[in-house]
Every structure is written in structure tokens, then in C-alpha cells.
């Protein structure tokens, strides 16, 4: 069974028409992640949730803003698609923050990640 | 800035062929972590393995081995006996504990194995 899940699979918006992606996660995990892929290139993290807590990476555009109303669901915000938009977003989560000695913490990894949703920009 | 590099952007084997995919990373942190993800066909990434940096020890799951070399940087994948379901983009990736709460993935490896 899915354990993370995206919907849409595919979503078609048009250029500036605001658009939401949604993920679901069944695992209770505490740290959900939001990925942007384009094509042919790695995974960019755009920013993550530990629990309530957000944590935009500092390169992420304005433009992405995230909300999660409780553990299973985080959404990602689209304000105004431009074409460079276009990507496959991938949600991923995470039980916990990794611990270091001296207490250091550190997200972990993202150990589930969603099928993702691809946006087209028309 | 952590760094990882994946030199071979796509290869080609044949079934049952060995390959070695190569990573590597560029790190001025004592503690890190490196991994490693399978992103198949239909887009969704899967974790593969997880090593820290105090853990030279290589591992071995099935057809798959993992060999860390802190000495050259290095954090090299081998698929054994490689088989068309490999056939996948592959993804090594870094997490410093102290100069960087980021997780840095590579620019991935494409692996086509044909029958």
C-alpha cells in the first residue's frame, strides 16, 4: 500500500493561475519534504516541515509557500505558475531529525517519497 | 559548500553485466552521511542505503555493494548480474552534520541494462 501519496499524478494549470499539489502520508512520520524535479536533473528541495515547523530553503522562490494543517497532509502552494515552473514535485517524509552528538540536530533523510506530480504550464 | 558529483551521466550494459556506478563528495565536515536512491521509470525515488561517515565497513544487500573510501572521497554503487528492472536513474547523495543542514542530492547516473 502507498504510503505517501500525491495528488494529482498530473496537473495542467495555466501561466499565473494560482495551483495546489497535495500529499498524504499514512506512516505518522513527523518531517514531510518538498521536492522540485525538472528534467533530466536532481531533486531540489524547496522546503520541509518538522512537525508545525517550517523550513524554507533559502533559494526557494516566493512564489512556493507550504501549509500543514496536521501530520498527514502538506500541501504546496503555487502563487503564480510561471513556465519555469514546470516540473515533477515529489513529497517525501521522514520519521525524525537525525541526533549528533552534542545534540546537534539535523533533518534526516527522506526515506518514503510519493509517485509526484507532474505540472504543466500551459 | 558540500558537493557531490556522479561523473557518468548515462551507461549501458548488458544484462548480467557488473557495473559500477561512481560518486563523489566534497565535504569539510567530520560527520556526514551519504546515500543512495533508485528513481525508476515511473518517478517515484526509492532510499537504497544510508552510511555514515565513522562507518568504512562496505555492505553488501543482494546483488547490490556499496563501497565507502573516505580516503579518495568516494562512495561507489555495484549492481552484480545486472538485470533490465535496474534499469533506473541513481542518485548518491550527502548530509553534513555541522556546516550544512541541507541534503544535497548528485546529478543522478542514468543506467539503461538491456536484455
Known amino acids: 500500500d502507498a504510503m505517501v501519496i500525491q495528488n494529482p499524478r498530473y496537473q495542467v494549470t495555466q501561466f499565473g493561475k494560482p495551483v495546489t499539489l497535495s500529499c498524504s502520508q499514512t506512516?505518522?512520520?513527523?518531517?514531510m519534504y518538498w521536492y522540485q524535479q525538472k528534467s533530466s536533473q536532481a531533486p531540489k528541495l524547496l522546503f520541509h516541515?518538522?512537525?508545525?515547523?517550517?523550513?524554507n530553503e533559502a533559494d526557494t522562490p516566493d512564489n512556493f509557500q507550504s501549509r500543514r494543517p496536521n501530520t498527514s497532509f502538506c500541501f504546496l502552494d503555487i502563487r503564480s505558475p510561471g513556465l519555469g515552473d514546470a516540473a515533477m514535485y515529489l513529497c517525501?517524509?521522514?520519521?525524525?531529525?537525525?541526533?549528533?552528538?552534542?545534540?546537534?540536530?539535523?533533518?534526516?533523510?527522506?526515506?518514503?517519497f510519493g509517485d509526484g506530480t507532474r505540472l504543466s504550464i500551459l | 559548500a558540500q558537493k557531490v558529483t556522479q561523473a557518468q551521466t548515462e551507461i549501458s550494459v548488458v544484462e548480467k553485466e557488473d557495473v559500477t556506478l561512481d560518486c563523489v563528495y566534497e565535504t569539510r565536515d567530520t560527520t556526514y552521511y551519504l546515500f543512495w536512491y533508485k528513481q525508476p521509470p515511473s518517478g517515484e525515488l526509492v532510499f537504497l542505503i544510508r552510511?555514515?561517515?565513522?562507518?568504512?565497513q562496505n555492505e553488501i544487500s543482494g546483488r547490490y555493494s556499496w563501497n565507502f573510501q573516505k580516503s579518495t572521497s568516494s562512495f561507489n554503487f555495484t549492481i552484480t548480474a545486472s538485470q533490465v528492472v535496474d534499469s533506473a536513474v541513481y542518485f548518491c547523495a550527502l548530509s553534513e552534520a555541522n556546516y550544512g543542514q541541507n541534503f544535497v542530492f548528485g546529478p543522478g547516473t542514468r543506467l539503461s541494462v538491456l536484455p
Open positions: 517525501a517524509t521522514s520519521r525524525d531529525y537525525l541526533r549528533f552528538v552534542g545534540g546537534q540536530k539535523q533533518a534526516d533523510q527522506p526515506q518514503h
Open positions: 516541515y518538522y512537525d508545525k515547523d517550517f523550513n
Open positions: 552510511r555514515n561517515s565513522f562507518d568504512e
Open positions: 506512516l505518522n512520520h513527523n518531517v
